[in-house]
């Protein structure tokens, strides 16, 4: 059984930071890809990031680049998400999951990913 724990949201000011964690177990990190996805309300699943079972890729997408890294730690089974510069639209609820089977070109797709966690909501707010 593959399971994922987020850990980390919160309430934040714009501007301001926070770091994600995702703790896997049933399984180590290091032949999966993980991801992470946000939520909101009325809004579709967007991927945020991703990065390669290896470590040695990632992804972002455009709205977060320069703002957000994604980093793994295979020793402590955990993938982390650093969000800095948040703003009001980062607001959402933060999901990681994981898959062996994502494609390149398609690292930021949900449907390629088969166990996620229950999520962390973030909220960036003054």
């Known amino acids: 059984q593959l399971q994922l724990v987020e850990s980390g949201g919160g309430l934040v000011q714009p501007g301001g930071s926070l770091r994600l964690s995702c703790a896997a177990s049933?399984?180590?990190?290091?032949?999966?890809?993980i991801a992470w996805f946000r939520q909101a309300p009325g809004k579709e699943r967007e991927g945020v990031s991703c990065?390669?079972?290896?470590?040695?890729?990632?992804d972002y997408a455009e709205s977060v680049k320069g703002r957000f890294t994604i980093s793994r730690d295979n020793a402590k089974n955990t993938v982390y998400l650093q969000m800095n510069s948040l703003k009001p639209e980062d607001t959402a609820v933060y999901y990681c999951?994981?898959?062996?089977?994502?494609?390149?070109?398609?690292?930021?797709?949900?449907?390629?990913?088969?166990?996620w966690g229950q999520g962390t909501q973030v909220t960036v707010s003054s």
């Open positions: 999951a994981a898959s062996n089977r994502a494609r390149l070109g398609f690292v930021l797709m949900s449907n390629e990913y088969d166990d």
């Open positions: 990065i390669s079972s290896s470590g040695k890729r990632t």
């Open positions: 049933g399984f180590t990190l290091d032949y999966y890809t």
